[in-house]
């Protein structure tokens, strides 16, 4: 875990977003396309964890920005370039614009201050997305990145973000993926070396503060 100084400087309100990744009904919901997932997210206490986190972040000032992946009725636009996408196709809860599925997920909050950000194609919540330019304008200069899941969307979410020059801070309590041991071990020999490491009380403590 960073020093508590240093962190405090990163998760600055002024120039720190919380971004939470596919957060939404369709996926981590009680009936979501992904029982395992919605499982894993809510009984280890991650999307409550997520929940905390987004509300101490609209009472300390932290832009909130929530992901959320979907697809058109029709599929256009939608990537088929690899097994996950024609996967997702054939899921009996899909993600289609204008659902409840792409929803953001109870208990997180969503204040009219929130950004919420759609993507119609690719992985990633960053690349393709408005998400960048929207952070820029706003000033920011940190992403703390939430979510699921740590298989792909939220690595993704972190690589995109350190090489497009923002400080990540992952919290390592407050993403989850499948199986259960695969997120700790993502984390201690993948996202460490490139992310701050922390967790979902420590940067409560600091916006709380």
Not at 95 to 117: C, K, N
Request: aromatic content about 2%; proline content about 6%.
């Amino acid at each position: 875990m960073p020093p508590l100084d240093r962190l405090a400087a990163q998760l600055d309100p002024a120039t720190t977003a919380l971004l939470t990744v596919e957060c939404q009904r369709g996926v981590v919901g009680a009936d979501g396309a992904l029982p395992e997932l919605a499982h894993q997210v809510r009984s280890t206490g991650v999307l409550d964890r997520i929940a905390q986190l987004t509300a101490t972040a609209h009472q300390a000032g932290v832009q909130v920005v929530h992901a959320v992946a979907e697809r058109r009725p029709d599929g256009r636009g939608a990537s088929r370039n690899a097994r996950l996408f024609h996967a997702a196709e054939r899921l009996p809860v899909r993600q289609l614009t204008g659902s409840s599925a792409v929803r953001v997920a109870e208990p997180i909050p969503v204040a009219d201050e929130d950004l919420v950000v759609r993507r119609l194609h690719g992985l990633s919540p960053l690349a393709g997305t408005d998400v960048d330019a929207l952070l820029r304008n706003l000033g920011v200069r940190t992403l703390v990145v939430t979510g699921v899941s740590s298989n792909v969307a939220v690595p993704n979410a972190v690589f995109d973000a350190v090489n497009l020059g923002y400080t990540a801070v992952v919290p390592a309590d407050a993403i989850a993926g499948v199986p259960a041991d695969y997120t700790p071990a993502l984390v201690r020999h993948t996202l460490a070396l490139v992310a701050t490491v922390t967790t979902a009380d420590e940067i409560h403590e600091r916006w709380a503060g």
